[in-house]
């Protein structure tokens, strides 16, 4: 049995930096969220102990949004992962991956502030694009 589950951390990362763009002020959040997968391993069988064991793996994504509206949101994809094993086996109610990932939240906030720092130069460049297209 395998479980796909999207979730927030038991408290959501986000950080807010400010960009200058043509001598306007331009404020864009950034939220880090997880998207976790459990799968259940080994074997239940009678009169033998439950050998089974629930793996997770959080991998974080990022969302970038602009404060002025909707345009330049984007999803930004990154390899950060965290994993882990319990004994028994996955059920939906159980979270255990949300529930362990949360002793990552430093890590976590460490990787969205370089996420952030990363993506500024893209930001700019796309901010550049879009005011290229409305001046012609």
Known sequence: MSLTLIALAAAAATHTVSVEHHGQQL???YTARAEMRAKTIGAKTPNRMDGQRCQWT?????????????ALARTIPTDKRFSGSEAGACTPGRNSGARNLAQHQEKIEAHLVAVAEADRARLLAELDSVRNLASN
């Open 27 to 29: 404020g864009a959040t």
């Open 58 to 70: 959080a991998t974080i994504v990022v969302d970038r949004k602009l404060d002025h509206g909707p």
